[in-house]
């Protein structure tokens, strides 16, 4: 168990409406990360962190915000859902002076 | 840039069959390297790793060996359960220190065990 917890888990959400996703961490990790995952698409970069007020985009950031305001809580908004985002996310963290990255058990999203 | 390129699935086996999944990688310098497992419904576990060449990783039976020389980190076990059955993902992540920490995940193979 990495300490990580996502809230949702499972949510379902209207077209056009705000949605935010967050992922806490008991572990003091310097870098977190959002990725999702789609059939055929494997597992694609969101937006990643590393450090408080510290953020940077990924492969596929567009339509997405994050905030860090402090280590243990990074959050993930979706402004104005869309059903392309419809997919599963999952958070990760890992240490600075490690070598491993460690992930959430995701948050199902559904954009109707 | 870096890339994974990973066996394509799915891949069936009958139970106690050796499994081997393929994974070969291009990046600068020496990345540590990584297996994941996802079971159906859940997140990406840790399975093994390796982090310089020639090192092996290993964990519940499988082994994985870096090899510099080939740009490899191939997944195998010798004797594969039911239980196995999952989601495997070959993964680097670069030796760079700073904000580049990412993950570069290959596209995932499916595993399916039959008993």
């Known amino acids: 168990d990495a300490g990580i917890t996502q809230s949702p888990r499972h949510k379902v959400t209207e077209t056009g409406t705000p949605v935010t996703l967050r992922c806490h961490q008991t572990e003091n990790h310097r870098y977190m990360y959002w990725y999702r995952q789609d059939p055929g698409h494997g597992l694609r970069l969101i937006h990643y962190s590393y450090g408080v007020k510290d953020t940077d985009k990924g492969e596929v950031s567009d339509g997405y915000s994050v905030s860090r305001s402090k280590t243990e809580d990074f959050l993930l908004t979706l402004e104005s859902a869309t059903s392309s985002q419809t997919s599963v996310y999952f958070c990760?963290?890992?240490?600075?002076?490690?070598?491993?990255?460690?992930f959430g058990e995701g948050s199902w999203l559904t954009v109707v | 840039g870096d890339s994974v390129t990973q066996m394509e699935g799915p891949v069936t086996l009958s139970e106690e069959a050796f499994l081997t999944i393929n994974c070969t990688y291009t990046a600068t310098g020496y990345p540590s390297l990584f297996w994941y497992v996802q079971y159906p419904g859940e997140g990406l576990q840790l399975l093994l790793k390796a982090t310089k060449a020639d090192d092996k990783g290993s964990n519940k039976g499988f082994e994985a060996t870096y090899r510099k020389e080939t740009t490899s980190f191939h997944l195998e076990k010798g004797s594969v359960q039911v239980s196995d059955s999952a989601v495997y993902f070959c993964a680097l992540l670069p030796l760079s220190s700073g904000s580049a920490r990412q993950l570069t995940f290959g596209s995932g193979t499916q595993l399916t065990v039959l008993p």
């Open positions: 990760a963290i890992g240490h600075s002076s490690g070598n491993t990255i460690y």
